[in-house]
């Protein structure tokens, strides 16, 4: 074996995950490696070609709040924009842009390959190297070796990952790109569980032979929008998406194949995700429907590929082109690329702990679909957190992680290491109790002094950041002190917003309150200049829902004291007394790092947390 070289940290794998763990341990000054399969899978989008949408553009704007990149990468390859949810409220609001997947590919190996600090190589990772339970570097195919005291696993859904479409099968990763057939046995020989998961993909069809006039054509917004906190508000609009229909006839075919489709056939190993379920399970699970929606988009301004959203499917060629060819506009259909559902092996979440270090290998670190996700959005996400910790455990310091208070980064990453996941896990806005504090729109005020700290925010996000907090703070109290008296000329304007004319003074913050008046308003009404749009959302949505808001940052310091409570890394959970069999198994497996996490592990009560507190408060005592 040739030791090509030595490194602080390798990253396996380059998709969002990977690319986000090398970026952040580079710029946070460790020597990195991020290695991959193929140099032109580098945050590859092998299923749909698009950015956010609910729970994940949350996730996207908390990633670039901290120093991440995706947000920045969207926005500039975006050929397509539009705000989800917008007849719901702001917590539920969700951005959500079509992507040039060739462009994003791109311009992000253009950013990894002039990170300072960070080297990128093409290299099939056969082996996981450890001693004495700790990582010592990685294995190639032609017999490298790259030593390293810290490893993150990235590996997507490529760890002995097999194709699967109708009566056919092999072993491959998306799009055709090879498999890493030797790895997941080497994880496994180091101590690490896998599970094996299936998700899937729908056709790439050719738009010219798509009759759009049987479609319901789809525009992005008008007004501009972005990601990311250092992006300007523009139009990204540069083409349109489609919106068309499954029907009876289109279900009847697929009824009629059902014995052919692997899920239903036997051949399928891997747990699918609930949440994206393949057509043939949709057309199963909801008989009662006689359509289902599909959303045809482009993957890119430089292809006529067309990306069938909705309609996932591993049933044979036959009977895909059959089916697709009921549907309207897609009589003459051509498809440029199969279908298909993909198996992979994955890292049990519950063996990491909350800085997604592994609990029994010093220096092993997993991010992304690797821990049993699904999404981009959720992989970078996770990726982001790796990298930091990576570059801080070589420091010597302790991890940075993040409460469910505070982000959905960290309900996802609390749900998968102290819940795990039977399935690909996904990230919606229901997961998240706090929702109404944890808007995509201040992800830059929770969380950017938290990127600063660690390193990752440069001096111009932060000057941005400081000009957009004292803007907001001298706007509310500019509402607060400012009163409007029930004056003629008021009443008569209030009277053309089509509100309640005043009966006594009221301070501009009441008015506010009401439902049909917006920040705007209240401004041309005092003569005062309108802030920039991000401005005004905050100060409008701060006094709009400044009630629920208390309640929720109420609760939020009920539950401080268990989430700040650290259990002994020592405790022997199967003495414990009074907590039930199933608590003690499964606190013992998973080891929870604080009570707060213990008390969301399934199968633990309320009344063993009762008991927990009771023996930490008499161990305290003891060792007073």
Known sequence: ?????????????????????????????????????????????????????????????????????????????????????????????????????????????????????????????????????????????LDEVYTAPVVILATGTYLTSKILIGEHSYYSGPNGYRASMDLAASLREAGVRLLRFKTGTPSRVDFKTLDTTKMIRQDGDTEGHCFSFLSARENRNHTCCWLTYTNETTHALIRENLHRAPMYSGKVEGVGARYCPSIEDKVVRFADKNRHQLFVEPEGLDTTEMYVQGMSTSLPMDVQHAFLRTIPGLERVEIMRPAYAIEYDCLDPLQLTAGLAHRKIRGLFSAGQANGTSGYEEAAAQGLIAGINAARYLQG????????????????????????????????????????????????????????????????????????????????????????????????????????????????????????????????????????????????????YEGYITKQQDRIRRQQKMETTVLPTDMDYNRLRGVSLEARQKLAAIRPETLGQASRISGVSPADISVLMIYLEQRERSDA
């Open 1 to 141: 074996m040739d030791v090509v070289a030595n490194y602080d940290v390798i990253v396996i794998g380059a998709g969002h995950a990977g690319c986000e763990a090398g970026l952040a341990a580079a710029r946070l000054g460790a020597d990195t490696l991020l290695c991959t399969i193929s140099l032109e899978n580098v945050a590859m989008m092998p299923c749909n070609p698009a950015i956010g949408g609910p729970g994940k553009s949350h996730l996207v704007r908390e990633l670039d709040a901290l120093g991440g990149e995706m947000g920045l990468a969207a926005d500039a390859n975006a050929i397509q924009m539009r705000m989800l949810n917008r007849g719901k409220g702001p917590a539920v609001h969700s951005l959500r842009a079509q992507a040039d997947k060739n462009a994003y590919h791109r311009w992000m190996k253009r950013v990894i390959e002039n990170q300072e600090g960070l080297a990128v190589k093409q290299m099939m990772v056969t082996a996981l190297l450890t001693k004495d339970g700790a990582v010592t570097g990685v294995r190639t195919e």
């Open 397 to 544: 310091k302790e991890p940075f992680t993040l409460t469910r208070a505070e982000s959905y980064i960290g309900t996802l990453i609390d749900d998968l290491v102290t819940k795990g996941t039977n399935e690909p896990y996904r990230m919606m806005t229901s997961r998240s109790e706090y929702r109404l504090l944890l808007r995509q729109d201040n992800a830059d005020l929770r969380l950017t002094p938290k990127g600063r700290e660690i390193g990752l925010v440069n001096d111009d996000r932060w000057a941005r950041y400081l000009a957009k907090k004292e803007a907001v703070e001298a706007g509310r109290n500019r509402l607060r002190t400012s009163v409007i008296a029930p004056r003629a000329e008021i009443r008569e304007r209030l009277a053309a917003l089509g509100t309640a004319a005043l009966k006594t003074g009221i301070t501009a913050e009441q008015l506010l309150r009401r439902p049909e008046i917006r920040y705007p308003d209240v401004a041309n009404l005092l003569g005062w200049e309108i802030p920039a749009v991000d401005i005004c959302e905050e100060l409008e949505f701060a006094v709009k």
